[in-house]
């Protein structure tokens, strides 16, 4: 049984992509955990790789903002040859064998997507998830969130931009976020209007 097919259409969810390697201690791991704990404590469903590092610290922050426990976290874990464990606190996981259908799962279930700290696998999560905005095939917000992207989006400026590869609106389709509390704030805009509310 499928259960990412049973989960509610009309549930709000936000992806939070980044990596497996970062611990507990590191500034990155709280930056996460809070932005998750901010997101369950407003209603909003959670999606990640369902594995350590970084997607633990949004599982975590997820439990203990999710006081009313009405709110879901959605693990898409993936096979690696070295073996990935499952994060605590998931209440749906799903297993992959190949990273195409998890992305194109993570892009399915999603209305905006958090791009943290990572290495090759965020990075491809960040330029699938923003080919696709490009082409106007999805149109939900992608935040990049902590300082790591900054010189990432220099590059973009000073290459493919200057070298007419891509348009400035396609780097108008970033948001680039400093802090956890910035990235919620960009978040909690796209579920007021999904909510219909108009709130700013």
Not at 55 to 71: L, T, Y
Not at 89 to 100: M, P
Not at 116 to 142: C, H, M, N, R, S
Request: hydrophobic share 40%; net charge negative.
């Amino acid at each position: 049984m499928d259960e990412l097919k049973d989960l509610n259409k009309d549930q709000f969810r936000v992806a939070i992509f980044g990596s497996a390697r970062l611990k507990e201690n590191s500034p990155e791991y709280y930056e996460v955990y809070n932005l998750a704990r901010l997101i369950a404590s407003a209603g909003i469903d959670l999606v990640t790789g369902g594995g350590p590092g970084l997607m633990e610290a949004a599982s975590n922050g997820f439990f203990e903002g999710n006081k009313a426990a009405s709110n879901r976290s959605i693990g898409l874990n993936i096979t690696l040859p070295k073996e990935q464990r499952y994060a605590a606190h998931l209440d749906v996981k799903k297993q992959f064998d190949r990273f195409s259908e998890r992305l194109d799962s993570f892009v399915e279930l999603s209305n905006a997507f958090v791009v943290t700290a990572g290495g090759i696998g965020t990075v491809l999560e960040l330029f699938y998830t923003w080919q696709l905005a490009q082409v106007k095939q999805i149109d939900k917000p992608l935040i990049l969130m902590g300082d790591m992207w900054r010189d990432l989006l220099e590059w973009m400026r000073k290459w493919p931009l200057k070298n007419n590869l891509l348009d400035q609106g396609d780097l108008d389709l970033i948001h680039l976020a400093k802090d956890y509390f910035e990235t919620f704030t960009v978040v909690q805009e796209r579920y007021d209007h999904f909510r219909g509310t108009g709130r700013s």
